[in-house]
């Protein structure tokens, strides 16, 4: 983010009327500026490496390239954040979604506030998942690695850890965590860090998604 230059962001979505109220909702936020809008994938692609914004609100399906393919194709370049934002919550779309490098993913009927903490959570590198999507993508997860015979024992995580990663899993910022539990938001981060370590994974959604299918969390 430039000095003295509120959040940067493109807004893509197909269809014109949706793409514009995006537009006008997000640009009554003081620290945000929409720099640049696309109707398709590949247009977004395009003007994200030209634009260089902070974060990137993306549809998922729209003609040329779909949201997913576009999400891989600019987060593959180095590029910023990317927020999904549809209205699709089917298991295929969300797994898409996340493996193409998606930091958030919301559904197009989140509150105004949901929508502005999600675009800033995203803008510091914190994942943001709509708690339905949490719970689906924890169960096709679960289906895809459910075992033919038991599993010795997974990682164990301590009270806290687990308080902190459900507290994730329902959207929660670090600071929101934080005061959430009464903790300072650097004990969060440790926290966080040692159950990433346990948990074998480098993200947020790896670790909750990690919790889900491992029994830590219920969904």
């Known amino acids: 983010m430039s000095e003295g230059v509120g959040l940067r962001l493109v807004v893509v979505d197909d269809h014109p009327v949706v793409r514009a109220g995006l537009v006008a909702m997000l640009g009554e936020e003081p620290d945000f500026e929409v720099v640049g809008e696309a109707a398709d994938g590949a247009e977004a692609v395009t003007r994200v490496a030209a634009l260089q914004p902070d974060v990137v609100l993306m549809d998922l399906r729209m003609p040329v390239l779909d949201g997913a393919e576009a999400t891989a194709r600019i987060r593959g370049a180095g590029g910023p954040p990317v ?58 997860l679960r289906a895809d690695t459910a075992p033919a015979a038991p599993e010795p024992a997974g990682p164990t ?63």
Not at 98 to 114: C, I, N, Q, T, W
Request: hydrophobic share 50%.
């Open 83 to 140: 927020l999904v934002l549809t209205t699709y919550d089917t298991d295929a779309d969300i797994v898409r979604a996340v493996e193409a490098g998606a930091m958030g993913y919301l559904l197009k009927d989140a509150p105004r506030s949901v929508l502005a903490q999600a675009v800033r959570s995203a803008a510091r590198g914190e994942t943001v998942l709509a708690p339905p999507v949490v719970a689906r993508l924890a169960g096709r």
């Open 157 to 219: 995580l301590t009270a806290r850890e687990v308080e902190v990663l459900g507290c994730v899993a329902r959207g929660l910022s670090n600071a929101e965590v934080g005061r959430e539990l009464y903790i300072g938001e650097a004990t969060v981060k440790t926290h966080l860090l040692r159950a990433f370590e346990k948990l074998g994974v480098a993200d947020r959604t790896a670790a909750v998604t990690a919790a889900y299918r491992l029994g830590l969390l219920e969904l």
